[in-house]
């Protein structure tokens, strides 16, 4: 990545986003490539960064959308992403967003309980349409992940168990209105073991054999996202291993695979930029406070995750921090008992990792506006989201005061 930090901050100011379409294209490429002996879909997940250049950068490469919102499917479509490569996820749909996204004609509706079958069969009955129906499976698979993104085990919300997959399906298949289309699993995020992967992928694509053995035969097998990508010094899946994987299991089915990968395009495109505001001592504990803040980039105070930080100074006297904003709760860190250089007013602090599932997680916690989003691409930088200003803020609250 070769990015001049301190330039964008002079145009942008402080904090920002900057993402290096570059790399983006580049993961994307690796993936599809991997994939190259079937024909696959590349469906992104929007909710990894939604930016609308991000998702538009991403269309151009071919890619389609996995969203979770009917507000994500209206971002795909604004930036051109075909209905027919938009899938739309989630355990929790509102009967209005199944209607738009039956309206919407787009390629398929991944459930995830039995009464959502019923909800969306009674839906596109009233519109007198057929949904395409793709169907979660939980294979109860422990993916090794943090378990707040773990979502592939029984006890997890997600999905339903093989049993009520089978009943489901040929429910579809009796119903004028529901046409079995695809099948889904998705068992957790930051998969960094292939081991857990390989095992749901053959659970589910031997649901798939059973299916096709009573006439039911399935179209499109989604395996889901959750790729790692390296925060610190994480081993990864190689991603043709990966796409082996599923094209062994899915031998002799003629069936295209779907992958939705979201942090693995995005994650490591990303950089957070934020500035020195003070140091202070409290006792023996050394603090660096930045302008940015846990409402900007929640991840460590979340997850506890990690991000690689770096002071971008020449300053060789360093020593034990943490990493703070200026946000009145003690969970508002970036990093914990962290050596860094010692600081002046305005140095930059560089925060990677930062492209996936930062952004989209901000909030204007404490009134703090989000900040702004840039891209670079092709050595070019652009401004692909404003800095939000106090106005934005309190928009839509003013005409109400009495
Ligand atoms: N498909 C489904 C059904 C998903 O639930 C997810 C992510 C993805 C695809 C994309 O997963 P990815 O390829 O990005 O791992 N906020 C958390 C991550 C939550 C992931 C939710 N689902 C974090 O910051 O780590």
Redesign the pocket.
Known sequence: MNINFKELAQKYQTPYYVYDFDHITNQYEELKSAFRARKSLLAY?V??NSNLSVIKHLASLGAGA?C?SIGEVKRALKVGIAPYKIIF??VGKIDSEIKEALELGILMI?VESDAELNRVEMIAKELDVVARISI?VNPNIDPKT?P??S?GLHENK?GVDIDTAKRMYIQCKNSDNLEPTGI?L?I????TELQPIKESVKIVADLVKNLAAIKIELSFFDV?????IVYDDEKLIDTYEYAQTILDSLFGLDITVVC??????V?NSGVFVTKVLYEKINGEKRFVIVDGAMNDLI?PS??N?YHKIEVLNNNEEHSDCNLVGPVCESGDFFAKNVDLPKTEHNDLVAIYSAG???YT?ASNYNTRGRVAEIAVEDGEDRLIRKRETFEDIIALEEEFIK
């Open positions: 997940a909710k990894a996995d979770v996820s989630g991944n979660r943090h707040y993104i979502t997600f889904h998705h957790g995020s930051q998969l889901g996202g959750g790729l790692g939705e990968p979201g942090r693995f395009l994650g991840r979340l997850y995750a996936a599932y930062c997680m």
